[in-house]
């Protein structure tokens, strides 16, 4: 399996604009993260969907944040409009079939998307 | 107040020698602690998960121990190499829902 993959690898936009922010999990995985990474923040959990459907949403900064999963292969996050706090690097993550955070399923990590809002 | 305390924020050892990375964590109830491993430009690539009753797991030159009494756990590198240079990430998994805390990383970098 080519592990998790995410598009674009580099992003830089304008203020105003919208982004969107691709994932394709492991065939197979049945949850996906998405998370959000900054120097002075760490990592961040924003979103995670188990079997498609958003499980907790707790983590989106604002409602200009919005996660899709429209089948088990592929989730967008998107941002509208974006701003330049919204700069940082947004990974996407999946895990074994399991109950998700509360047992030992090991999450993969893909690459990333470094986000440059300008 | 951060939950997960990770100590030091970065380390510079000589390739070969060992050394220990701390997380301190406060999370309660607790369910499982996780290790990853950064590299540079890249995604976090986990190391270790372990659960309350887990002392020591470990994965090759990588042992993690875990104090669920003092709430304190370590990453242990032996042996190390030029490789092992990246960022070390401690992750807490509260046990009520969906409590996902983490800690700001441990900079490695080994020297020739």
């Known amino acids: 399996d080519a592990g998790v993959i995410q598009s674009p690898r580099h992003e830089v936009t304008e203020m105003g604009q919208e982004v969107t922010l691709r994932c394709k999990p492991i065939?197979?995985?049945?949850?996906l993260f998405w998370y959000r990474q900054t120097m002075m923040r760490g990592l961040e959990l924003l979103i995670y969907f188990n079997n498609n459907v958003p499980i907790d949403d707790s983590g989106m900064p604002e409602d200009r944040f919005s996660a899709k999963m429209p089948n088990a292969s592929f989730s967008t996050l998107k941002i509208q409009p974006s701003e330049p706090r919204d700069s940082a690097v947004y990974f996407c993550?999946?895990?074994?079939?399991?109950?998700?955070?509360?047992?030992?399923?090991?999450?993969?990590f893909g690459p990333g998307t470094r986000l440059t809002v300008l | 107040k951060n939950q997960v305390e990770q100590s030091p924020q970065s380390l510079i050892i000589l390739e070969g020698k060992n050394c220990t990375l701390q997380?301190?964590?406060?999370?309660?109830?607790?369910?499982?602690l996780r290790w990853y491993k950064q590299d540079t430009g890249r995604g976090p690539v986990s190391l270790t998960i372990?659960?309350?009753?887990?002392n020591t797991k470990s994965n090759g030159r990588y042992t993690a121990t875990l104090d669920a009494d003092t709430k304190q756990s370590s990453l242990h590198i032996t042996a190390s190499q030029l490789s092992d240079s990246a960022s070390y990430i401690c992750v807490v998994i509260g046990a009520g829902a969906n409590n996902l805390f983490f800690g700001t990383g441990t900079r490695l970098t080994v020297i020739p």
């Open positions: 065939s197979g995985h049945d949850y």
């Open positions: 997380c301190n964590y406060t999370v309660s109830p607790f369910s499982n």
């Open positions: 993550a999946s895990s074994y079939p399991g109950t998700g955070f509360h047992n030992t399923d090991t999450q993969y």
């Open positions: 372990m659960t309350f009753s887990e």
